[in-house]
């Protein structure tokens, strides 16, 4: 039995390919850090700062805490 499936959406394929490149990157990323004998140290420095907001969170006003909870923040009024 054949069945049908919709499409994907474009913004989606886009998402995921967003979140694939960025996988890809993250990878490469820490296998550099691990060749340069790093490892421990750039995984302590992670622990330390990952509850922290990014730079870019604080300008954009995204909480990932809330992101993850669902939580939409109501707009800002000009």
Do not use: H
Not at 8 to 22: D, F, H, R, S
């Amino acid at each position: 039995m054949i069945m049908n499936r919709e499409p994907t959406p474009p913004v989606m394929v886009k998402i995921q390919g967003t979140i694939q490149a960025v996988s890809r990157m993250n990878f490469y990323l820490w296998m550099y850090v691990a060749q340069e004998g790093q490892f421990e140290e750039a995984m302590e420095f992670v622990r330390t700062m990952q509850r922290d907001p990014s730079p870019f969170e604080e300008m954009l006003g995204i909480n990932p805490w809330e992101v993850a909870a669902g939580y939409t923040p109501p707009p800002d009024e000009f």
